[in-house]
């Protein structure tokens, strides 16, 4: 069992739609992350929870909804999206925040249509 | 705009020899700095940190910090083409974001059997 798991791995989505990426981590950290990877761009921070609390909104947009219903769980909620926001979303805990060492899931590769 | 600059490569080198990945960054009050391994369709891995001038080893992998000069590079001795992924640099920014990765585009490096 790897240490964070994200699901889907892969979505296809209408900017229409509604959809949700799931983020579970096993190591017993207590700080979860949202990032999100474009091609040719750097890994862009998104939300910051530190036990359970959000502690950074990195001027995300509104239709990214973060929820974090405990230490080991963390929820993005997509809702009428743009082309633009297709990319690698990871999700990334620590042991608290600030955080030294990240540890990555594999990430979810969204698409938009 | 706190930033990490890397030349996105790709970088290619025959086994057996050095790779020099190479990385500046903008924040001068960075204390900390990661070197983050990415395979394609993976996510990222810290396989280095490092936190004072002067260099630090691990195995194959030599980090090299220079805080006057902003400076950090990433040396693989031996290159396998297993080391063949695209190596993110980072910065720990306690700045207006306190405690938050920033993370460079990455370089792509080849290794060549």
């Known amino acids: 069992e790897t240490g964070v798991t994200q699901t889907p791995r892969h979505l296809v989505m209408g900017m229409t739609n509604k959809k949700s990426l799931k983020c579970e981590q096993h190591l017993g950290h207590n700080a979860m992350y949202w990032y999100k990877q474009s091609a040719k761009k750097p890994l862009e921070l998104m939300f910051v929870y530190n036990f359970k609390e959000q502690t950074e909104n990195n001027s995300v947009p509104s239709r990214f909804s973060p929820e974090c219903p405990n230490s080991s769980h963390l929820f993005l909620h997509l809702h009428t999206l743009q082309p633009e926001d297709s990319a690698l979303y990871l999700c990334?805990?620590?042991?608290?925040?600030?955080?030294?060492?990240?540890?990555f899931g594999q990430g979810t590769r969204l698409t938009v249509v | 705009q706190k930033e990490v600059e890397q030349n996105s490569g790709p970088l290619s080198v025959p086994e057996g020899a050095i790779a020099s990945l190479n990385c500046t960054y903008s924040?001068?009050?960075?204390?900390?700095f990661f070197w983050y391994r990415q395979y394609s369709g993976k996510s990222p891995e810290l396989i280095m940190s490092i936190y004072s001038n002067g260099d630090k080893e691990d195995g194959r992998f030599t980090a090299q910090l220079n805080k006057a000069s902003q400076y950090v590079s990433l040396l693989i001795r031996d290159s396998q083409p297993s080391d063949s992924a695209t190596y993110l640099c980072a910065f720990m920014n306690y700045g207006g974001s306190q405690g938050n990765l920033i993370f460079g585009k990455g370089t792509k490096l080849s290794v060549k059997p």
């Open positions: 924040d001068r009050g960075s204390q900390s």
């Open positions: 990334a805990s620590s042991q608290v925040w600030p955080g030294i060492e990240a540890f």
